[in-house]
């Protein structure tokens, strides 16, 4: 199994600014992915931070609104910019491996109120 | 595109009650199908993961079976407690997930 852990835990921001979350796992993972809770909603995945290259986003994502670093195997981040009162949301960073009987494993997420 | 729904949204249920959490896929072509356990304010955690090619997993109180043909997931819980009282989520696919809308679960002491 993998350790996620993530900071901030929570986090209240004002309207127009930006914040960024980390990811930190604690082995070498091939895939790291972010998704998205918006308050009584299921998860929606944002997008596949790759390593070394530039992240892959799902539709109604962009990188200008998203930006995703993955520097090595075990750390990602990710931006909200300019953010919004619509952009109030739990971001999770997941994790899985190659193999696709791998179990996919959350952390503990980041619960981010924009006011 | 796979869309995933869970019935019922919300359950409550007296303690010792064996119960079912219902998930349907529309796309049969699914890989693995994963059952998730979410407590208040917290992440999600992994409780059984299905490949493609099996049709049921075990662990402890837990059951959780696969029909492609039918499109459909079940949970089973057996012998409740209030301690299993969270949000179940189901989620399908291979390497990034799609995920229901999940079951609210109560258990009563």
């Known amino acids: 199994s993998a350790v996620i852990s993530q900071k901030p835990s929570r986090d209240i921001c004002q309207r127009g600014t930006s914040l960024t979350i980390q990811c930190q796992v604690d082995s070498q993972v091939t895939m790291m992915f972010w998704y998205r809770q918006q308050p009584g909603q299921s998860l929606t995945l944002i997008a596949t931070a790759n390593q070394g290259s530039e992240a892959t986003y799902e539709s109604g994502f962009v990188i200008d609104k998203f930006p995703i670093s993955r520097p090595n195997l075990t750390f990602s981040t990710l931006t909200v910019s300019n953010m919004s009162p619509e952009d109030s949301s739990i971001y999770l960073c997941s994790v899985g491996g190659l193999a696709v009987s791998d179990t996919q494993y959350f952390g503990p997420g980041t619960r981010l109120t924009v006011l | 595109k796979q869309e995933v729904t869970q019935i019922p949204a919300a359950l409550s249920v007296p303690e010792g009650e064996n119960l079912v959490l219902n998930c349907s896929f529309t796309?049969?072509?699914?890989?693995?199908l994963q059952w998730f356990r979410q407590d208040p304010g917290k992440g999600l955690t992994s409780l059984l993961l299905?490949?493609?090619?099996?049709r049921e997993q075990t662990s402890g109180r837990l059951n959780a079976s696969l029909d492609k043909s039918s499109g459909r997931s079940t949970l089973y819980i057996a012998a409740s407690q209030p301690g299993d009282s969270a949000t179940y989520l189901c989620?399908?696919?291979?390497?990034?997930?799609?995920f229901g809308t999940g079951t609210r679960l109560k258990v009563l002491a």
């Open positions: 989620a399908s696919g291979t390497y990034k997930y799609i």
């Open positions: 299905i490949q493609s090619s099996q």
């Open positions: 796309d049969s072509a699914i890989y693995n």
